[in-house]
């Protein structure tokens, strides 16, 4: 009798071990081919978006959003994201136009992380809780394993309501 409890605790580690291992490697697998929602599915040569992006990355807001009107590429989701990005990041922000722009991203893309991130930190800017919250319950079905939009927003409205509810920039 002892024999066989010692078998079943040996099968019953054994299975976990093998659960854990799948779980692994199936996350691997996900990991590896998940990216972020405006990254490019195309050699960067190729990416009409390259020089906003890069524009934007050295936030010369001005100078993305003319690259970004000159290609004008209004059906992509990635294009209004980056558009309404710009335009909140810009040194006076149009709110109203990012509002606009991020909404046509989702329309065209509604799972598309970053316009849901970026437009939950734009319903902060103007002091809509509700609207960012709605934005962050989005994230969390869309982020099935997490994801750094989803965790960026979340401590973006933390940041919000330990500030009696006043947007606070990430530091």
Not at 45 to 64: G, N, Y
Not at 126 to 143: I, S
């Amino acid at each position: 009798m002892l024999a066989a409890l010692i078998h079943d605790a040996e099968v019953r580690a054994m299975n976990c071990r093998i659960r854990r291992l799948c779980a692994a490697i199936l996350f691997g697998l996900i990991c590896s081919t998940v990216q972020a929602a405006d990254t490019p599915d195309v050699k960067p040569a190729d990416d009409k978006l390259a020089q906003a992006r890069s524009h934007i990355q050295a936030r010369q807001w001005a100078a993305a959003i003319g690259e970004l009107k000159r290609v004008n590429d209004t059906g992509s989701a990635d294009w209004n994201n980056l558009m309404g990005y710009s335009l909140r990041k810009a040194a006076t922000p149009d709110l109203a136009a990012a509002e606009r722009h991020y909404d046509e991203a989702l329309r065209l893309d509604p799972k598309h992380r970053n316009a849901l991130e970026y437009s939950g930190e734009l319903y902060l800017m103007k002091g809509d809780l509700a609207g960012a919250e709605k934005r962050l319950a989005a994230l969390d079905k869309v982020c099935t394993f997490g994801c750094e939009q989803y965790t960026d927003l979340k401590k973006a409205v933390e940041r919000f309501k330990a500030s009696g509810n006043k947007y606070v920039a990430a530091p």
